[in-house]
């Protein structure tokens, strides 16, 4: 705009204003606040980046969110040894989820916590997407809370998985000031942290069961996340259930697009693989393969590798998450003879020796 019309606009709009010390300060904070990266930036950044590779990865000890970075149940000898077998077979990305409730409990804990992570992420040279909020699919039922977590149902998928924040705050803005200084204080502390490589904002939040409605907080925490102006991108995920305002929403404000894939090629190609062309961005697909319904990674990683999607598969060791039975096991099932998701036994076994040498070799990690 030209600047003396802007100056004229912003001389009526004070003019007209009860309060026009107040009015003029809003709209200079408003004009101050930086916006989503330009198309170009996005793309410079993704092409100089190595082909993002990688995992969802809870630690095999911990049941959610809550019970990974709390105090008294953070483990960072599994960590270590399970970011080993990350690395070795060429993983160099992981995503992680985090919980406000541990942050409020002891904000300088977690994030010396946080930063202990990625102390081990550097020494494996793995870096990490980082994700604030998530919506409720699984796990327990009622509002999350602090202390100890409840012990896995037996064949029960993800039994003990925790919503964050909890829908009661979802829901109620008077309670969104805790969860943006939450937002602001972690992204603030790793805001040039190169081992960052995204923030992703909030997992799924199209997709919930438990009555939240998620696009006035989403709104809110890329607001807060774009006041600090990390040096890192901004993003939350596309998924089939994301409704359309959402989607809408998200294309227009994410520096680069993520989503979210448990289907075979057939529908992964027809719905997901031309997102990059459309909205000239970096493509990243942040939770894939469930090997009995057709996302395995013989299928799927290829596709991936061959357009340079970021592809970030579910699970890493199987452990107190259950996430080797499918959706909706029942308690009591048995183990699966095809694991839904994870890749590793306890002891470091692969499940498919197979999935190893494929994935290996397209990371470019030998065979």
């Known amino acids: 705009m030209n600047p003396q019309i802007k100056c004229s606009l912003v001389m009526l709009v004070v003019a007209a204003t009860p309060q026009p010390q107040v009015g003029a300060a809003h709209a200079a904070e408003a004009e101050a606040l930086p ?76 994030k010396a916590r946080a930063g202990q ?34 012990d896995p149902a037996p064949g029960v998928h993800n ?16 309670k969104w000031g805790r969860l943006e200084t939450y937002v602001k204080d972690v992204i603030a502390a790793f805001r040039d942290d190169e081992r960052i490589l995204i923030w992703d904002l909030y997992n799924e939040p ?8 998620s696009l006035p907080l989403l709104r809110e925490v890329f607001a807060w996340a774009r006041a600090i102006n990390p040096s890192q991108p901004l993003t939350s995920c596309l998924e089939p259930r994301t409704p359309d305002d959402m989607t809408q929403f998200l294309v227009d404000n994410c520096d680069v697009i993520t989503f979210h894939s448990y289907a075979g090629p057939k529908t992964l190609s027809g719905r997901w693989l031309g997102l990059s062309e459309k909205y000239n961005r970096p493509v990243l697909c942040t939770e894939y393969m469930a090997r009995s319904i057709g996302s395995t990674f013989q299928a799927i990683l290829p596709i991936f590798h061959r357009e340079r999607i970021g592809a970030i598969s579910f699970g890493l060791v199987t452990g107190k998450m259950n996430t080797q ?3 909706k096991s029942e308690k009591g099932s048995p183990e699966p003879e095809i694991w839904f998701h994870d890749i590793f036994r306890p002891d470091g076994t692969p499940f498919d020796p197979e999935e190893i040498a494929l994935i290996r070799r397209l990371s470019g990690h030998g065979e």
């Not at 040894?81 to 409020?104: M, P």
């Not at 020494?123 to 602090?146: A, D, M, Q, S």
């Open 35 to 110: 916006q989503r990266w330009p198309a170009e930036k996005a793309n410079a950044w993704y092409d100089s980046q190595p082909w993002p590779i990688g995992c969802n990865y809870i630690p095999s000890t911990a049941i959610n969110q809550i019970e990974t970075w709390q105090a008294d149940s953070f483990d960072p000898e599994t960590i270590d040894r399970e970011l080993g077998l990350a690395a070795g077979i060429g993983f160099n990305t992981v995503r992680i989820f985090s919980h406000d409730l541990v942050w409020e409990a002891d904000p300088d804990g977690f």
């Open 117 to 150: 992570f990625l102390d081990l992420c550097e020494k494996h040279g793995i870096r990490v997407i980082f994700t604030f909020f998530t919506n409720g699919c699984y796990g327990f039922e009622g509002e999350p809370h602090l202390g100890k977590q409840p």
């Open 159 to 174: 039994s003990g998985w925790v919503q964050t924040p909890g829908c009661a705050s979802v829901n109620d803005p008077a």
């Open 206 to 213: 199209g997709n919930d069961k438990k009555g939240c409605q």
């Open 325 to 327: 039975f499918p959706w």
